[in-house]
Structures are given as C-alpha cells and as structure tokens.
C-alpha cells in the first residue's frame, strides 16, 4: 500500500513537472492520459541490450523527450555523459549513480537524481529498475575513455 501511494505521489509530481516544463516553452496545454498498459515499449537501441523506453511526450532520438524506462536486473554503464541534462525519477527497483561504477550510490522509488549536460557518470542497475526520465534535447550516451 505504501508503494501504491508512492507511485500516486511521484506520477503526480511528474505530471505537474511535465506541464509546467511545456508551459515554459510556450507549448499548447493538451491533456494527456496513459494507463500503464497502454504503454509501447520499445528497446532503446543506445542503450545495452533490453534496457526498454516507452515514451509519453517528444521523440528520445531527435529532441526533447519524456519516456518511462526499464533497465533489466544486472544492467550497467559505464562512464559516459549526455549532451543536455537528464532528469530522472526512479519509480521502482535501484538506481546507482556515480561519478565511477566505484563511487555509485543507491537511488530508490522516490528519489531524483539531475544529471547535468556533459558530467562523466557510470550507473548500473543490480535488480532492475523502472525510471521517468525527460532531456530538453535527444537522448546520446558518449563514453568517456
């Protein structure tokens, strides 16, 4: 029950982040209603393999976009940035995030991490996790050697 009401929470916070997001950049207010199985999931080919995204708003390969999306038990990445910040908020499972797979910290349903435009980061996922994400531009994955 407490996981139901947390849930309820952050999808709540979500939905007013999205619409005060689009109402910044002067987009048309249009309600939008997925139920959870109405969602496309899709493989997220810049990703590793079965790391899964189901967009709700814009398109992860070309710009702006909001997606849900699903990392398997045992996923990891290694150091790497992104061209704009990303946002996030795990729903479900663990999310660890650090500056080297050595240094991650654990991110559980709740929590917010920003990852800011172009900062090395390694994250992995040891049980799966189920995220909300949003970029103001699309989604890249560059290694960092």
Do not use: C
Not at 16 to 21: E, V
Not at 45 to 58: E, H, I, L, N, R
Not at 80 to 85: C, E, N, R
Not at 97 to 107: F, I, L, N, R
Request: net charge neutral.
């Amino acid at each position: 029950m407490k996981t139901i009401r947390m849930a309820t929470l952050i999808a709540v916070a979500l939905v007013a982040t999205l619409s005060l997001t689009h109402a910044a950049r002067g987009e048309e207010h249009k309600s939008v209603a997925i139920a959870a199985d109405g969602l496309k999931w899709v493989e997220m080919s810049a990703k590793a393999p079965d790391v899964k995204a189901a967009t709700v708003s814009g398109d992860y390969t070309t710009g702006p976009w909001a997606a849900f999306i699903k990392f398997p038990a045992g996923s990891k990445s290694g150091v790497h940035t992104h061209s704009s910040d990303l946002k996030i908020v795990v729903i479900s499972g663990t999310f660890r995030y650090g500056a080297t797979p050595d240094t991650e910290k654990s991110y559980g349903a709740g929590s917010y991490v920003l990852i800011p435009a172009n900062l090395p980061h390694s994250n992995s996922q040891p049980e799966g996790a189920l995220l909300y994400a949003e970029q103001s531009d699309k989604f890249d994955n560059k290694p960092v050697n």
